[in-house]
């Protein structure tokens, strides 16, 4: 779930990853799919989640990302083509360490996937399906100039997505990126909040949040709340091994 830095607060909404679980279908929204996604460790393993953080239009939250690096937690960051254009600094970071963040696609211009034209949480969306296509492949195009390196994951700005737009975007050999806690509510959660959701993150979580807006509480959460993670001894790994529950 995501929404850019001055959309409204939203309510309700690597290593060696041996086996997937059997994973239910998307969740139903108003006609809607919200897809799941989870991974799970081997048995007798320690918990084991995955990380996962949008980068919506906004900036770039230092606080979670100072806790990423120096407890060496991979990530995997949705980034927009929006936001790698606003954040230099902050791209050249992430790109700098590709031991600890992955950078996988968010979209060119933060539409969500979904057809007609009634907004999602105050966000246009794409419309039409050949929109949804040009979203997911300009915001691949934006990552492959950056980085070298063409993108496998997508994750469409709301994490919401008409029935019609999954099939098309994995027809492009895309995956598509759902989660399994959404840990922030569109970073409109109070910190404490959103720490004790992590906290409480089970083994096989795939954990989602924003790491786009730093002067929200909700990012002082994510960063306590993943701290409290790797003090616990969880296992943090990445989605190379996992696969989107689409159906």
Same mark, same amino acid.
């Given at each position: 779930?995501?929404?850019?830095?001055?959309?409204?607060?939203?309510?309700?909404?690597?290593?060696?990853?041996?086996?997937?679980?059997?994973?239910?279908?998307?969740?139903?929204?108003?006609?809607?799919?919200?897809?799941?996604?989870?991974?799970?460790?081997? &048995?007798?393993?320690?918990?084991?989640?995955?990380?996962?953080?949008?980068?919506?239009?906004?900036?770039?939250?230092?606080?979670?990302?100072?806790?990423?690096?120096?407890?060496?937690?991979?990530?995997?960051?949705?980034?927009?083509?929006?936001?790698?254009?606003?954040?230099?600094? &902050?791209?050249?970071?992430?790109?700098?360490?590709?031991?600890?963040?992955?950078?996988?696609?968010?979209?060119?211009?933060?539409?969500?996937?979904?057809?007609?034209?009634?907004?999602?949480?105050?966000?246009?969306?794409?419309?039409?399906?050949?929109?949804?296509?040009?979203?997911?492949?300009?915001?691949?195009?934006?990552?492959?100039?950056?980085?070298?390196?063409?993108?496998?994951?997508?994750?469409?700005?709301?994490?919401?997505?008409?029935?019609?737009?999954? &099939?098309?975007?994995?027809?492009?050999?895309?995956?598509?990126?759902?989660?399994?806690?959404?840990?922030?509510?569109?970073?409109?959660?109070?910190?404490?909040?959103?720490?004790?959701?992590?906290?409480?993150?089970?083994?096989?979580?795939?954990?989602?949040?924003?790491?786009?807006?730093?002067?929200?509480?909700?990012?002082?959460?994510?960063?306590?709340?993943?701290?409290?993670?790797?003090?616990?001894?969880?296992?943090?790994?990445?989605?190379?091994?996992?696969?989107?529950?689409?159906?």
């Amino acid at each position: 779930m995501c929404q850019s830095c001055a959309s409204l607060s939203r309510r309700g909404f690597c290593g060696g990853v041996a086996l997937l679980p059997a994973l239910p279908g998307p969740r139903r929204r108003n006609g809607l799919l919200e897809p799941a996604l989870r991974v799970t460790s081997t &048995p007798g393993a320690a918990r084991t989640v995955a990380v996962t953080l949008d980068c919506c239009p906004g900036r770039f939250d230092w606080r979670i990302a100072n806790v990423l690096e120096a407890r060496n937690i991979p990530a995997t960051i949705f980034v927009t083509e929006i936001w790698m254009g606003w954040n230099p600094g &902050p791209l050249a970071f992430l790109k700098s360490r590709p031991d600890i963040f992955t950078l996988e696609n968010h979209g060119a211009k933060h539409l969500p996937p979904v057809l007609g034209s009634a907004p999602i949480y105050g966000l246009p969306v794409a419309g039409t399906l050949e929109a949804i296509r040009a979203e997911v492949l300009d915001g691949a195009a934006a990552i492959t100039r950056a980085t070298g390196r063409q993108p496998v994951w997508y994750r469409g700005a709301a994490g919401l997505y008409s029935p019609e737009a999954i &099939p098309a975007i994995e027809a492009l050999g895309v995956r598509v990126a759902g989660y399994s806690l959404n840990s922030d509510e569109g970073a409109s959660l109070p910190a404490a909040s959103v720490a004790k959701r992590i906290e409480a993150a089970r083994d096989g979580e795939v954990i989602e949040g924003h790491i786009n807006q730093p002067h929200r509480e909700s990012g002082a959460g994510i960063a306590a709340g993943l701290a409290a993670l790797h003090d616990a001894g969880v296992r943090f790994t990445g989605l190379s091994q996992t696969a989107p529950a689409t159906a």
